[in-house]
Nanobody, 127 residues
Framework: QVQLGESGGGAVQAGGSLRLSCAAS????????MAWFRQAPGKEREGVVT???????SHADSVKGRFTASKDNAENTLFLQMNGLKTEDTAMYYC?????????????????????WGQGTQVTISS
């Protein structure tokens, strides 16, 4: 049974940093695409960053230069380092994992292709 568990969220002031973690059990983080998504109240879930099997990443324009995703396959853990946080980054952050290779050959940025989801961790940024 696959389980994803996020941690590391919290409340910080604008300009601060947080490091999110996503521990995977029953899942090989090196096998398929994984991703971080976020959802703010009243808004749709949006992709933040995808991370491919080789560790390559693709970031949303809104977080480029501020957020960095990485993973430790030996520990089956995904990370999201968030620097220069802004009030608009306030959201519930979720990690997600695919159950198979994507046909396109790259990691999709939409949420529907991902099969496994964590419960989320809240990030709140104050001005």
């Amino acid at each position: 049974q696959v389980q994803l568990g996020e941690s590391g969220g919290g409340a910080v002031q604008a300009g601060g940093s947080l490091r999110l973690s996503c521990a995977a059990s029953g899942y090989d983080t090196g096998r398929y695409c994984m991703a971080w998504f976020r959802q703010a109240p009243g808004k749709e879930r949006e992709g933040v960053v995808t991370i491919d099997t080789d560790g390559s990443t693709s970031h949303a324009d809104s977080v480029k230069g501020r957020f960095t995703a990485s993973k430790d396959n030996a520990e089956n853990t995904l990370f999201l380092q968030m620097n220069g946080l802004k009030t608009e980054d306030t959201a519930m952050y979720y990690c997600a994992a695919a159950a198979a290779l994507f046909r396109a050959g790259y990691c999709y940025t939409g949420s529907s292709p991902y099969n496994y989801w964590g419960q989320g961790t809240q990030v709140t940024i104050s001005s």
